[in-house]
Nanobody, 125 residues
Framework: QVQVVESGGGLVQAGGSLRLSCTASGLTFDEYAMGWFRRAPGPEREWVSC????????YYSDSVAGRFTISRDNAKNTLYLQMNSLKPEDTAMYYCAADRYRGSCSRWSSTYNYWGQGTQVTVSS
């Protein structure tokens, strides 16, 4: 059974940093591209970043580029999101997702096969 579990969320002041982790089990981690998404209060889920299976290529949304860094450790089956210079508008539930594709990585949530339950990030002003 596949499990995807996020951790590392919390409350931080504007300008601060957090590091999210996502551990996947029950799958061959290096067969999957990985992505981070977030949902602020409301129905829309926003793509944040993604990384190819090898970790060699990464992509970021315009809203987080230059502040967030995605990375992965395939030996530990773990994905990371280092978030710096946090802003109140970064407040959201953050989700990790796995896409069984060894090409590029996607910003479209429909392409992802497995999702975690999310970890809450709250940035106070």
């Amino acid at each position: 059974q596949v499990q995807v579990v996020e951790s590392g969320g919390g409350l931080v002041q504007a300008g601060g940093s957090l590091r999210l982790s996502c551990t996947a089990s029950g799958l061959t981690f290096d067969e999957y591209a990985m992505g981070w998404f977030r949902r602020a209060p409301g129905p829309e889920r926003e793509w944040v970043s993604c990384i190819t299976w090898s970790g060699n290529t990464t992509y970021y949304s315009d809203s987080v580029a230059g502040r967030f860094t995605i990375s992965r450790d395939n030996a530990k089956n773990t994905l990371y999101l280092q978030m710096n210079s946090l802003k109140p508008e970064d407040t959201a539930m953050y989700y990790c997702a796995a896409d069984r594709y060894r090409g590029s990585c996607s910003r479209w949530s429909s392409t992802y096969n497995y999702w975690g339950q999310g970890t809450q990030v709250t940035v106070s002003s």
